[in-house]
């Protein structure tokens, strides 16, 4: 095995581990987590929204949160992706939200998760603000892709996410195609099974390019979510010969992670929109960030030390 397969496996191991999640959100952001998390309260995140959007920048902000295994728990996330929509609204911010179904209930009753979402539409519907369902592990993406096309038929205003890393995904383009779906397409984040998952990085990335080409294609609006220049210059090149507006896609990345590459995309006029995490359950998400790239844990390493 390779340090960097070693790396992803221990890092994916750690995201999980429930005893160092609780003993984080004691710390707050540490060990430079809080270089890719924008605060604990969403009041921390929106001067920084603003300073991004006076940048170009578009924003999608998601109130991180894992592990909820209450009702009451999983009903207060969905007062925060209300209060949450009401001021982007107010403050006119230029950023839409993103929200993971397991936080409103998904793992503890579809009724629940249902009516939260329900709540946070009509929400959004009413003060214009677009949702993206963010696509958790593999045991939950049939389920949540059933509740995106339940809703998206009353609510045009909803996205959520395909990981090329997953066999099915194909398939799940082929089956959304009659929604008009707002997709994002990255390749993947969770620890997978061969089962279910391509496991070589080279299956992962053609198959990247192969659902960018096909979604576009299909004349969905599409937000490519990758760093990987490969990528990015696929799109762009893509869209040339096809000749598809830049008003048809847009570039999706993490805040804190190649912010001189998302500037110089605005420059070229492309849509950029930084996907930008806050709350008090950063672990999880820090966790996978280091699993994905071991540079990023010497990023992580300068962290500990600067405290
Ligand atoms: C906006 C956004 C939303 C996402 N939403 C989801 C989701 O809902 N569900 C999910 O499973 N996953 C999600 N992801 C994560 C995604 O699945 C990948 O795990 C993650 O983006 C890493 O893949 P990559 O394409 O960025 O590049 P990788 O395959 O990790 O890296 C490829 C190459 O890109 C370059 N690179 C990568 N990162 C950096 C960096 N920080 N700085 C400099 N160069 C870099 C390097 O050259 C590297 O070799 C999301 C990602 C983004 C950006």
Same mark, same amino acid.
């Given at each position: 095995?390779?340090?960097?397969?070693?790396?992803?496996?221990?890092?994916?191991?750690?995201?999980?581990?429930?005893?160092?999640?609780?003993?984080?959100?004691?710390?707050?952001?540490?060990?430079?987590?809080?270089?890719?998390?924008?605060?604990?309260?969403?009041?921390?995140?929106?001067?920084?929204?603003?300073?991004?959007?006076?940048?170009?920048?578009?924003?999608?902000?998601?109130?991180?949160?894992?592990?909820?295994?209450?009702?009451?728990?999983?009903?207060?996330?969905?007062?925060?992706?209300?209060?949450?929509?009401?001021?982007?609204?107010?403050?006119?911010?230029?950023?839409?939200?993103?929200?993971?179904?397991?936080?409103?209930?998904?793992?503890?009753?579809?009724?629940?998760?249902?009516? #939260?979402?329900?709540?946070?539409?009509?929400?959004? /519907?009413? &003060?214009? %603000?677009? +949702?993206?369902?963010?696509?958790? !592990?593999?045991?939950?993406?049939?389920?949540?892709?059933?509740?995106?096309?339940?809703?998206?038929?009353?609510?045009?205003?909803?996205?959520?996410?395909?990981?090329?890393?997953?066999?099915?995904?194909?398939?799940?383009?082929?089956?959304?195609?009659?929604?008009?779906?707002?997709?994002?397409?990255?390749?993947?984040?969770?620890?997978?099974?061969?089962?279910?998952?391509?496991?070589?990085?080279?299956?992962?990335?053609?198959?990247?390019?192969?659902?960018?080409?096909?979604?576009?294609?299909?004349?969905?609006?599409?937000?490519?979510?990758?760093?990987?220049?490969?990528?990015?210059?696929?799109?762009?090149?893509?869209?040339?010969?096809?000749?598809?507006?830049?008003?048809?896609?847009?570039?999706?990345?993490?805040?804190?992670?190649? #912010?001189?590459?998302?500037?110089?995309?605005?420059? /070229?006029? &492309?849509? %950029?929109? +930084?996907?930008?995490?806050?709350? !008090?359950?950063?672990?999880?998400?820090?966790?996978?960030?280091?699993?994905?790239?071991?540079?990023?844990?010497?990023?992580?390493?300068?962290?500990?030390?600067?405290?």
């Amino acid at each position: 095995m390779t340090f960097e397969a070693i790396s992803k496996n221990f890092f994916l191991y750690l995201s999980n581990n429930k005893m160092l999640d609780h003993l984080a959100k004691k710390w707050g952001p540490k060990f430079g987590a809080d270089k890719i998390v924008g605060g604990v309260t969403f009041e921390q995140a929106v001067p920084l929204i603003e300073g991004l959007n006076r940048q170009g920048l578009q924003v999608t902000v998601d109130h991180l949160g894992e592990f909820v295994h209450s009702e009451s728990e999983a009903r207060k996330r969905c007062q925060e992706c209300l209060g949450t929509i009401r001021t982007i609204y107010e403050n006119g911010l230029g950023s839409e939200l993103s929200l993971k179904l397991t936080s409103l209930g998904l793992d503890i009753s579809e009724e629940l998760v249902a009516e #939260n979402m329900q709540r946070i539409m009509e929400e959004a /519907q009413k &003060y214009n %603000v677009v +949702v993206t369902i963010d696509m958790e !592990d593999s045991s939950r993406c049939g389920r949540t892709l059933e509740i995106y096309k339940r809703l998206k038929k009353d609510y045009p205003n909803l996205g959520t996410v395909i990981q090329s890393y997953l066999y099915r995904s194909d398939e799940d383009l082929d089956d959304l195609n009659e929604y008009d779906p707002y997709l994002r397409l990255v390749k993947g984040a969770y620890k997978e099974s061969g089962k279910v998952a391509f496991i070589e990085k080279e299956k992962v990335d053609a198959n990247l390019k192969h659902l960018i080409k096909k979604n576009l294609l299909n004349g969905h609006y599409t937000a490519i979510a990758s760093h990987d220049d490969a990528i990015i210059d696929f799109t762009k090149k893509l869209t040339e010969e096809h000749g598809i507006g830049k008003e048809k896609f847009e570039f999706q990345m993490l805040y804190g992670m190649r #912010n001189q590459t998302q500037l110089d995309l605005v420059k /070229q006029g &492309y849509t %950029v929109r +930084v996907y930008l995490p806050y709350g !008090d359950d950063w672990y999880g998400y820090f966790m996978r960030r280091l699993a994905e790239r071991p540079a990023n844990i010497a990023f992580a390493i300068k962290g500990i030390f600067s405290k």
